[in-house]
């Protein structure tokens, strides 16, 4: 059995995803979220409530492996800035907690997912819904850190 926590990380929303495998093709659903920041807050303040509530996730859920998708560079050099913080603050918290890292690309994700590398957030969460079933997951930030779990689960040839 292996518990893998996906994380789809952002400022303003980091999703993430939380599933064990048990076996070859067993994937169990555990539970996803997204953690949402106020904007109303300063920088750092945002930051300590992401490594606030990812720590008590840690905490709870006990994953054995991290994935996380790696950063990528937007038109806009101050989201990819403020996206770099919240990566780095996901990355401190699992390293505090000695949970090992595993980082892809968005485009390598979305392949091993759909199929596409350039699939779109509605693509992707129509595949994770058929890769796990009876699953209820209607935010594209958690979608993503399931697909990034699972990218990972096929990758590493757990599944």
Request: hydrophobic share 40%.
């Given at each position: 059995?292996?518990?893998?926590?996906?994380?789809?990380?952002?400022?303003?929303?980091?999703?993430?995803?939380?599933?064990?495998?048990?076996?070859?093709?067993?994937?169990?659903?555990?539970?996803?979220?997204?953690?949402?920041?106020?904007?109303?807050?300063?920088?750092?303040?945002?930051?300590?409530?992401?490594?606030?509530?990812?720590?008590?996730?840690?905490?709870?859920?006990?994953?054995?492996?991290?994935?996380?998708?790696?950063?990528?560079?937007?038109?806009?050099?101050?989201?990819?800035?403020?996206?770099?913080?919240?990566?780095?603050?996901?990355?401190?918290?699992?390293?505090?907690?000695?949970?090992?890292?595993?980082?892809?690309?968005?485009?390598?994700?979305?392949k091993s997912i759909t199929g596409n590398g350039h699939a779109n957030k509605s693509q992707i969460l129509f595949m994770v819904k058929q890769?796990?079933?009876?699953?209820?997951?209607?935010?594209?930030?958690?979608?993503?850190?399931?697909?990034?779990?699972?990218?990972?689960?096929?990758?590493?040839?757990?599944?």
């Amino acid at each position: 059995m292996t518990k893998i926590i996906g994380l789809d990380p952002g400022i303003s929303n980091t999703g993430w995803a939380i599933i064990k495998i048990n076996g070859k093709s067993n994937v169990e659903f555990l539970s996803s979220g997204t953690i949402s920041t106020n904007t109303n807050q300063n920088i750092g303040e945002r930051l300590r409530t992401i490594f606030d509530q990812l720590n008590d996730l840690i905490s709870f859920y006990s994953p054995d492996i991290a994935a996380i998708e790696k950063i990528f560079v937007n038109k806009n050099p101050k989201s990819s800035l403020t996206l770099g913080y919240a990566r780095g603050i996901a990355i401190l918290t699992l390293n505090i907690a000695k949970v090992p890292i595993n980082e892809y690309d968005a485009n390598y994700i979305k392949k091993s997912i759909t199929g596409n590398g350039h699939a779109n957030k509605s693509q992707i969460l129509f595949m994770v819904k058929q890769i796990i079933s009876n699953i209820d997951i209607k935010c594209h930030h958690a979608a993503d850190a399931l697909a990034t779990a699972v990218c990972h689960a096929y990758s590493a040839a757990i599944m």
